[in-house]
């Protein structure tokens, strides 16, 4: 699209989001009005629609979701409480999809100037949500590569091994953001490209540019494995801060603690008990408060 083009929508989408602003602005419902989205950050096409969070008083909201027009472009309304939007910013993790997806927006207008300070302040990321968020992509990264392991040497399907290949390259695409302290975005991809092109041009441009043979796949696997164990130090800080009292926990008290599911989080966990950084033990447990019988549920330790 030639920048004329572009102009020309962003005047178009622009001063549709004026009048809609127009039109809500006297209701004493409405605290803030925040643009989220491609359109806020990103390129404007004819079929852009427009993302955007209404902050209103507390009160009962009959439908949190609805879809408007302005000027024939869609806008797609989120509407939250006040106490739910300052909770939800301040349970939500550095670099998840909500905070990432406010972080990346903008206040058109407010009645509430705090909430100005309160907006920065959440777009900021600390080491603690950068470990934490590190920790899932290290599980989505590890469960994709064994995947494509799963289908070099047990399925023997070099196409579908390298479908899964590059659904890695998002997962170190935000990877490579997260380390940074930048807001994951849609976008991530194309940002991770400028921050580190070489680690996104073996693992995204090249599966795309050609068929990879075995060995390559292969080499790609170990390069991963590489890539992964090289950011522990970073993802392993939650799991061994929970683990310092250095009693067992099973896998579903940690996953609770992490606010995840013991089917997913296992995988790291299996991973950091793998690279001798926490060790595995078996808890018994009754499946339910009245059975008789107990099974061994997967535990692990820490012993510094």
Known sequence: MNEKKQAELRVRYQNAID??????????????????????????????DVDITIVVRDQKIKSEFLSIVEDDITFNLFLIQRSSFKRGMERAIGGSIWQS??????????????LYDFFEDIKKIGDDDIS??????????ISTMQKVEKWIYARNDLLYAQYFLLKTAESIANMELCIRGIPTSRSAIQKAISLNPDIMRFFYQEPLEKLLTREELIDKVKKLDLYIEDKIDIFKKPVLEYLSDQE????????????SNDHFIITILDYLADKSVIEKAYQPIKLTPKSRLSVEEIGFLYIP
């Open 19 to 48: 009048q809609f602003i127009n039109k809500i602005k006297d209701d004493i419902n409405v605290i803030a009005v925040i643009l989220s989205g491609s359109v806020a950050y990103d390129v404007i096409w004819e079929k852009s």
């Open 101 to 114: 997806y406010v972080a990346n927006g903008k206040i058109l207008y407010t009645t509430d100037d705090s």
């Open 132 to 141: 934490l968020t590190a920790l899932y992509l290290a599980c989505d990264l």
């Open 248 to 259: 067992i926990k099973t896998a579903s008290m940690i996953a609770n603690h992490l606010d």
